[in-house]
């Protein structure tokens, strides 16, 4: 094949929006809409009650809640003040979330799944969200929220059997990695098809409103997504219905090799288009543990009172490729992930909990060491169960099950044309 | 009969709309699970009146308006569904479904089977479809072979009020998700694919005459509509009514098979009815190429091939959108069924 150079350079009129960050290039964020970090004017931002008015929330759509300095310590309004108990707790979920992530990603390079997704940097976004809400709120993750499930203690060996689709696993291999599911845990079943699950959070929020139930209902979505009819979908019926639901964009910069910019256009921040349905909306910093717990509870109680659904941006930064199955060094830039200017949640924890003087970098070790022993540990039990390039252990009459609740004639033949 | 009608039901003369309505009303009166909503379905009733004075009667909360967004609306049954509420939603025209086609084959249809039974969609889906009404290109098409090509779903289409009832009753207490097309041509009347021919009503027919209380008609078992000898013809819908037509005109003692659910489908009855005639002929509007009609073809080929005396024969609408002035010469009518049942027949 001949290689021919090509020029990327546009010569029409057409726009075109490019990241600054492509391979090769020196890190650079000025083209997001990011304050200040260093002076702490973030901190500031108000924090209304729950019932506000929701164009309200203007400045908070436009704007960035944060609590943690870049140093370490809690300020502001937002600040859920935690006992130090609690912050320790978020800190262990967050590192178990990320030692099964690296785990399992080594044991798909190892070929014995077929694939993963890891949510390196943004473990603060799913362990605070579940620890801020009722253990029965159903939230309606997309597939890097598995912080979520690991934090309402659903059991590691279950996680990781559905990873291999194995004998153990709860869904018979009838869906791919990292697409669990446990009503149990109140965790919606993920199904991989962008944004489609956002109308659901909502028409599940609905259903508690009718009931008269006090659930909430907790959505999640990358941003990329956030350009799908779902989305909008999914704002404009809670916002018609006021619903109880907290819709969430995790807004991690990269959809696959698009920069968020293919799906935010010309858009101020995503948070921002929220208030055009007259949602209470917020953009916060992603990678601060104490911000998304204090915004999830502050969108919880606003739901759970009667003022509807509530829009949030968590801005962060998706440290590793998009799947086992990507390369992000072909798309940006090296140094990008190190550089991004809003640091790492589990470090940020970290150095909270040992300026309060609650932990220190001996424990942390351990604690690391501990974890990633119990995964090892865990992981050796689920392997016994098989893995997908081994043997699965699956009876292949349970792939005619649950297409319908009843097997319905049809399905029944082809059954037995396939000889079982 | 396998129909489970309740002891001596209270019968009422009844119109398809009519019917539909009554299914809904029993269903919200029993169950406080059962929710409708959908475009103008609240106060107005629905543009067809197939939901007049649910909301009086049931409340603002039970039978409510939606917006337009056909995905929205099915993409909220789906979540309603999954918390255990039965949702009935319509979907204004068939020909407008597409916009919620996403939800409908990649959510409900498989919502139960990839969280392998943990959430489901017990949700029903009802949509106008069909031509006759000058609808052209936008209100008259007929998509079901769209979804009799997913698993994970049910497609239903009625031809008459008794039938409508009875299976939309069976579609909302089933807990799958249930796709049911009502062919809206026969709303006020059963219709003979003959535009020239004066308007029927549903009042004295027997079809019309309808249980006011709690009655399901089982999926998977198709109605003989007309029975016959000498060559079965398979149908559903309006087309169920021209067949009748047809078959009157023609004079030939045929058995038409009202297949009322396409999927489940009831092949026993098929191969039945055609081992019998040994010519089997299919009548659908919608159009021809991998329309249900082709379905149907490789499942009598294959069950009834050494009693086929004649190959199998389908006249379907034409390979082209509704079109709006020829409506006529789109539509399979009177004399095109006609002229197949009488090739057909000969030896």
């Not at chain 1, 969200?129 to 939230?139: E, F, G, R």
């Not at chain 1, 990292?178 to 909502?202: D, P």
């Not at chain 1, 140094?335 to 300026?355: F, M, S």
């Not at chain 2, 119109?15 to 909503?37: C, E, G, H, R, T």
Request: with cysteine.
């Amino acid at each position: 094949m001949v290689a021919h150079k090509t020029s990327r350079k546009n010569i029409s009129n057409l726009h075109v929006p490019e990241p600054l960050n492509r391979p090769g290039a020196t890190p650079d964020f000025s083209d997001l809409h990011m304050p200040d970090l260093v002076s702490d004017k973030t901190h500031t931002l108000p924090r209304p009650i729950p019932l506000v008015d929701a164009f309200e929330t203007e400045q908070l759509a436009s704007g960035l809640v944060r609590v943690l300095t870049l140093d370490g310590r809690a300020k502001g309004p937002w600040d859920p003040k935690l006992d130090a108990d609690t912050l320790r707790l978020g800190l262990r979920n967050m590192m178990l979330t990320r030692s099964v992530d690296k785990r399992m990603f080594i044991i798909q390079r190892q070929g014995k799944a077929s694939f993963y997704m890891k949510s390196l940097g943004e473990e603060a976004i799913a362990v605070a969200s579940a620890m801020a809400l009722k253990d029965d709120d159903m939230v309606f993750p997309s597939y890097r929220q598995q912080g979520l499930l690991l934090t309402r203690g659903y059991p590691l060996r279950d996680l990781m059997c559905q990873v291999l689709s194995n004998s153990g696993d709860k869904l018979e291999g009838k869906a791919i990695p990292i697409c669990y599911s446990s009503r149990e845990k109140a965790f919606y079943s993920i199904g991989a098809s962008l944004g489609t699950q956002m109308s659901h959070a909502v028409g599940w929020a609905m259903a508690c409103a009718y009931k008269g139930t006090d659930g909430v209902s907790c959505a999640f979505t990358g941003e990329g997504a956030t350009a799908e009819g779902d989305f909008h979908y999914a704002l404009t019926f809670s916002s018609t219905y006021r619903a109880p639901a907290i819709i969430n964009i995790v807004n991690n910069q990269w959809a696959i090799s698009s920069f968020q910019g293919i799906a935010a256009g010309a858009s101020k921040t995503f948070a921002y288009r929220g208030l055009g349905f007259g949602l209470a909306s917020l953009r916060i910093d992603g990678n601060d543990f104490l911000a998304v717990y204090a915004a999830i509870k502050w969108a919880a109680e606003r739901a759970r009172t009667g003022g509807g659904a509530t829009v949030i941006e968590h801005f962060t930064y998706r440290k590793e490729g998009h799947s086992t199955s990507d390369d992000p060094s072909k798309y940006r830039a090296k140094d990008e992930p190190n550089a991004w200017p809003l640091g790492d949640p589990v470090d940020r924890l970290k150095r909270h909990l040992i300026l309060m003087g609650e932990w220190d970098d001996e424990r942390h070790e351990a604690l690391e060491k501990e974890l990633d022993a119990y995964v090892l540990k865990t992981y050796k039990e689920a392997e016994s169960f098989g893995t997908l390039t081994t043997q699965t252990g699956i009876n292949p009459a349970t792939m005619f099950e649950k297409v319908y609740e009843d097997m319905p004639e049809h399905l029944r033949r082809q059954r037995q044309e396939l000889g079982i | 009969m396998s129909d489970q009608v309740s002891q001596k039901p209270k019968m009422k003369q009844m119109n398809m709309i009519q019917a539909i309505n009554s299914a809904l009303d029993v269903k919200m009166s029993q169950d406080p699970d059962v929710l409708v909503f959908g475009e103008d379905v609240g106060f107005f009733g629905g543009v067809f009146r197939c939901t007049a004075g649910l909301q009086e009667k049931h409340g603002l909360h039970r039978c409510f308006d939606a917006p337009i967004s056909e995905g929205g609306i099915v993409g909220t049954a789906v979540g309603m569904g999954a918390f255990g509420l039965r949702p009935v939603v319509e979907i204004q025209f068939a020909d407008y479904i597409y916009p919620a086609f996403d939800q409908i084959c990649s959510e409900a249809a498989r919502l139960r089977y990839r969280s392998n039974g943990d959430f489901t969609a017990p949700i029903t889906i009802r949509s106008p479809m069909g031509g006759g009404i000058h609808g052209g290109t936008s209100h008259s098409q007929s998509p079901e072979a769209l979804f009799t090509h997913i698993a994970g779903i049910k497609t239903i289409i009625p031809s008459n009020p008794y039938d409508a009832k009875g299976l939309l009753i069976k579609a909302i207490e089933d807990n799958d998700p249930v796709v049911f097309f009502e062919p809206k041509r026969l709303y006020n009347g059963p219709f003979d694919g003959d535009p020239h021919s004066p308007a029927k009503n549903w009042g004295g027919h027997e079809l019309g005459l309808v249980p006011e209380g709690h009655y399901t008609i089982d999926f998977e078992k198709a109605r003989i509509h007309r029975a016959g000898n000498d060559l079965t013809i398979l149908c559903y819908g309006t087309m169920v009514w021209v067949a009748e037509a047809a078959v009157e005109a023609t004079g030939v003692d045929a058995e038409i098979i009202d297949l009322r659910s396409l999927s489940p489908l009831d092949l026993d009855a098929i191969v039945k009815s055609v081992t019998k005639t040994g010519r089997c002929l299919i009548l659908h509007e919608a159009t021809r190429t991998s329309g249900f009609g082709a379905e149907l073809i490789a499942e009598v080929q294959e069950h009834c091939f050494y009693a086929l005396e004649k190959p199998i024969m389908r006249v379907t609408g034409w390979d082209t959108p509704y079109p709006h002035a020829l409506e006529w010469e789109y539509f399979p009518g009177l004399e095109r069924c006609s002229r197949a049942i009488t090739r057909i027949m000969e030896d």
